[in-house]
């Protein structure tokens, strides 16, 4: 369980950070409560979170050599697929295109939110959260990684990732913004695809 649980909160932790996920978090931020903010997007993620492990679970249902291969060939996939970006990425600079496209995200939300309660806000941040982190890389990762792992490890690890991840934005986001090198982070987030794609090839298939 707890290799379950680091490999979650790793994981989401280092995808995530830096992500259209993190600058919509950080962007609405800026403009609304914190705390509502942090604990919309946090419940999105939550949610999210669940819905994937319990797809893991049910995947975990299939064949064991079918899940060996399939986890293998995501987590190597995502890998050099990361790597492969990050050669693209100049250096030392946040990915302006992922920043534009949150905070066009954001200001078509709000020109439809004809109320800003509280209420208002909370739903603007749980549905934008929730959908953008629909069919993620990180969303397929953690179905992968629930299919041959402890489920409750995966889960508390990859919520408290998100919570990690959403606490940066919250609080930080506007100042890391100009700071986060996305090439460091997309090949370091590669080498840890790789590592959990070497690490199901050492484990072997689930008996």
């Not at 403009?31 to 949610?47: D, E, P």
């Not at 739903?123 to 992968?144: K, M, S």
């Not at 508390?156 to 940066?168: P, Q, R, V």
């Amino acid at each position: 369980m707890l290799s379950a649980f680091i490999a979650g909160f790793l994981l989401i932790a280092v995808s995530e950070l830096g992500d259209k996920t993190f600058f919509i978090a950080a962007i609405l931020a800026m403009r609304h409560s914190r705390r509502l903010i942090f604990a919309a997007v946090v419940a999105a993620l939550a949610a999210m979170t669940v819905l994937s492990v319990l797809v893991g679970q049910v995947a975990s249902l299939l064949p064991p050599n079918y899940i060996y291969y399939a986890e293998i060939v995501l987590f190597i996939g995502f890998g050099f697929k990361l790597l492969y970006d990050a050669s693209k990425m100049p250096a030392n600079t946040c990915d302006a295109e992922v920043v534009q496209e949150a905070a066009d995200i954001v200001d078509k939300a709000e020109g439809h939110l004809s109320q800003q309660t509280n209420w208002a806000i909370c739903v603007e941040a749980f549905v934008l959260t929730f959908l953008a982190e629909w069919g993620d890389r990180t969303q397929i990762a953690t179905i992968a990684l629930a299919a041959g792992n402890n489920p409750f490890g995966v889960t508390t690890g990859a919520i408290l990732g998100h919570a990690l991840c959403a606490a940066i934005a919250v609080i930080g986001g506007r100042i890391l913004a100009g700071r986060i090198s996305e090439q460091a982070l997309t090949i370091f987030g590669g080498c840890l695809f790789l590592l959990f794609g070497l690490v199901a090839c050492w484990e072997g298939p689930l008996s």
